[in-house]
C-alpha cells in the first residue's frame, strides 16, 4: 500500500495512456529525424554490411530495453530515471538522471525544430529566413506547446495522425523499392568486411537512431496499466523499429548507387524510384516524423519537470496543473519558451553531439538500478527478467563500450552540464531548509 504522502498519490494527471499510447511514445522517440539521414553515412563506413550495423545496434540497445521495461513495471507514477535513480541510490543521482535527460530532449528537440523549419522552407523559402525563421519557429514550438496544454488525449492522437503518415510514407518506400528493384535490393556481399575500427563508428553513428525510446516510461503516472504496458510498448517498439530500418537500408542502398556520398539519402532514394512526386512525399514524410517526435518528446520531458518539482528538487511552480486540462501547464510552458530560444540561436548545434553521452550515463544508472530494486518489487511486479542479473550487466557492457568511441569534446560537455545540474540541486535543497 503505498504511502499517502508519496508522489503518486499527490499526482492529478489522468491515467489516458494505454498500450497504443506507450508504443506511439517509444517509436517517435527513436524514429526522429536521424533516419532519414543516417543510411548514407552508414553505407559510407559499412558498405553493404551497413544492414547488419542497424540488427547490431539494436542488440546492443536490447538489455537497456529490457532493464526499462522491469523498472517500467514496477511505478505507477510519473518520474521514471527519477524515481529509479532516487530509490536506487539516493535523491542526487535520480534529480541528475532526470536533468541529464531532460537536456538531452530539450536539446534534440530544438535541433529537430529546426529541421522541420528547413522542411517547410523547402516549400516555402521564406519561413527559412530571417523573420519568417523565427515566425515559423515560435509556431511550432507555441502550437506543439498549446496541443501538450490542451491534454494527454490531444497529444496521443495529434501523435496518431504524425505516426500514420510518417509510416506510410516510409512503408511506401520500402514496397516501393522491393517491388520495383526486386532481387537486387539484396546485397550479394562480395566485397571486403570494413575495419573493425569503421565498425565501430558506423555503431556510434547509428546508435543515434536507437535512443529516444526511454520517454516512454517518464509519464508512467498517466498510464492505465503500467506494469503490462511499458514492458510491451518498448519490446514491440524496438523490434519494429529495427525491422524497419534495416529495410530502409536495403532499399537506399539499391536504389543510390552512391549513396556514401548522399548528404539527402532517403530523398535521392525516392526521387530515384519515384521521381519527383517522390521526392516531395518524402519531404512530407521528413516534417510528420519531426512533428511526432517533437510531440513525443515535449510529452516526456515536461513530466521530468513536473516529477522533480513533486520531488522538491524544483520550484513548486513546474508541478502546477491546469484544473481545467489537467495537465503540468507550467512544465510544458518552460519547455516551449526554452525550445523556441535554443532554436532560434542555434546554440543547440554544439551541444547536439554529447546527447548519445548523457543518455548513456542515464542507461547505466537504470541498468544499476535492477540488483537494489528488485528484491522490494520482485513479488508485484508481472515482469521479472530472467538470467538473474545478466541482463543489467550486458546493458551497461553496451553502454561503457558505446562510451569508447564518444569523442572528447563530448565528454567535457557532459560533464560541465552535470556540474550545473549538481548547482542547481544544492540551490533548491538550501532553498528548502531555508523554508
Do not use: H
Not at 492529478?12 to 543510411?39: H, Q, T, Y
Not at 511526432?292 to 513548486?316: D, H, Q, V
Not at 553502454?399 to 540541486?425: D, E, F, K, N, R
Amino acid at each position: 500500500m503505498p504511502n499517502p504522502s508519496s508522489p503518486e498519490i499527490q499526482e492529478k494527471l489522468p491515467r489516458n495512456l494505454g498500450l497504443w499510447g506507450v508504443w506511439m511514445l517509444v517509436v517517435n522517440g527513436l524514429i526522429g529525424a536521424g533516419i532519414f539521414g543516417l543510411p548514407s553515412g552508414a553505407a559510407r563506413l559499412a558498405g553493404e554490411y551497413s544492414v547488419f550495423i542497424y540488427a547490431f545496434c539494436a542488440l546492443l540497445m536490447l538489455p537497456v530495453i529490457l532493464c526499462f521495461a522491469e523498472l517500467g513495471s514496477y511505478f505507477r507514477g510519473t518520474g521514471g530515471p527519477i524515481r529509479y535513480g532516487k530509490l536506487a541510490f539516493g535523491s542526487f543521482v535520480g534529480f541528475q538522471g532526470g536533468w541529464l535527460y531532460y537536456l538531452a530532449r530539450l536539446i534534440s528537440f530544438a535541433a529537430n525544430t529546426v529541421l522541420l523549419t528547413d522542411s517547410i522552407a523547402y516549400f516555402v523559402p521564406f519561413a527559412g529566413e530571417g523573420f519568417g525563421r523565427l515566425v515559423t519557429i515560435a509556431l511550432t514550438c507555441g502550437g506543439l506547446s498549446l496541443i501538450n496544454i490542451l491534454g494527454s488525449s490531444e497529444s496521443i492522437r495529434s501523435m496518431t495522425l504524425f505516426t500514420i503518415i510518417k509510416f506510410t510514407v516510409l512503408v511506401g518506400l520500402i514496397f516501393g523499392g522491393f517491388i520495383l528493384l526486386g532481387p537486387s535490393v539484396i546485397p550479394v556481399f562480395d566485397s571486403p568486411l570494413p575495419e573493425s575500427s569503421s565498425l565501430g563508428a558506423a555503431a556510434l553513428l547509428l546508435i543515434y537512431a536507437f535512443v529516444g525510446f526511454e520517454g516512454a516510461v517518464v509519464p508512467a503516472g498517466e498510464a492505465k496499466r503500467p506494469e503490462r504496458d511499458m514492458p510491451l510498448g518498448l519490446i514491440l517498439g524496438l523490434v519494429i523499429v529495427a525491422v524497419l530500418y534495416m529495410l530502409i537500408q536495403l532499399v537506399s542502398q539499391a536504389a543510390v548507387p552512391n549513396l556514401a556520398g548522399s548528404s539527402t539519402p532517403l530523398l535521392d532514394a525516392s526521387s530515384a524510384l519515384f521521381g519527383n512526386t517522390g521526392a516531395v512525399i518524402l519531404m512530407i514524410g521528413v516534417a510528420t516524423s519531426v512533428i511526432a517526435n517533437l510531440i513525443g518528446s515535449m510529452f516526456s520531458a515536461t513530466r521530468i519537470t513536473y516529477a522533480l518539482s513533486l520531488e522538491k528538487s524544483l520550484p513548486e511552480w513546474f508541478g502546477n496543473v491546469n484544473e481545467k486540462f489537467l495537465t503540468p501547464a507550467n512544465s510544458i510552458l518552460f519547455f516551449g519558451v526554452s525550445a523556441f530560444t535554443l532554436s532560434a540561436f542555434g546554440t543547440f548545434t554544439f551541444l547536439a553531439a554529447m546527447t548519445v553521452l548523457s543518455r548513456l550515463f542515464l542507461f547505466i544508472m537504470s541498468c544499476a538500478a535492477i540488483p537494489v530494486l528488485r528484491p522490494r518489487f520482485k513479488k508485484d511486479s508481472p515482469f521479472i527478467l530472467r538470467g538473474g542479473y545478466l541482463i543489467p550487466i550486458l546493458g551497461i557492457a553496451a553502454c561503457l563500450w558505446l562510451m569508447i568511441q564518444v569523442s572528447w569534446t563530448s565528454v567535457w560537455l557532459t560533464a560541465v552540464l552535470i556540474l550545473i545540474g549538481t548547482g542547481l540541486y544544492w540551490l533548491g535543497k538550501r532553498g528548502q531548509k531555508v523554508e
